[in-house]
């Protein structure tokens, strides 16, 4: 059983700043990439950020300059600090790791989500 647990989301006016963290537990061997999806009413799930084991990162257009994504190998958790936030980046959040499993084989998992709400 594998969980990705997120927190960090919340209301915020336009201009401050959040983080969101997500940590994946159960039977993996580790994460060989996480990272952070959104979506809002009436529109596709797009990427926000993307980070592998090794520390590449990868960024929507949108978000570059002003999103931040990190990871701590060790705990299998990444982090996406989100500055200078603008009422469009409203939307749900949902983590999404890739895993080595136990059995060596890799898995894809989401998250439930977060809620991120940038009032203006």
């Known amino acids: 059983q594998v969980q990705l647990a997120e927190s960090g989301g919340g209301l915020v006016q336009a201009g401050g700043s959040l983080r969101l963290s997500c940590a994946a537990s159960?039977?993996?061997?580790?994460?060989?990439?996480m990272g952070w999806y959104r979506q809002a009413p009436g529109k596709q799930r797009e990427l926000v950020a993307a980070?592998?084991?090794?520390?590449?990162?990868d960024y929507g257009d949108s978000v570059k300059g002003r999103f931040t994504i990190s990871a701590d190998n060790a705990k299998n958790t990444v982090y996406l600090q989100m500055n200078s936030l603008k009422p469009e980046d409203t939307a749900v959040y949902y983590c999404?790791?890739?895993?080595?499993?136990?059995?060596?084989?890799?898995?894809?998992?989401w998250g439930q989500g977060t809620q991120v709400t940038v009032s203006s």
């Open positions: 999404n790791a890739r895993l080595l499993a136990t059995n060596l084989y890799e898995y894809e998992y």
């Open positions: 159960g039977s993996i061997f580790r994460a060989n990439a």
């Open positions: 980070v592998t084991r090794g520390g590449s990162t």
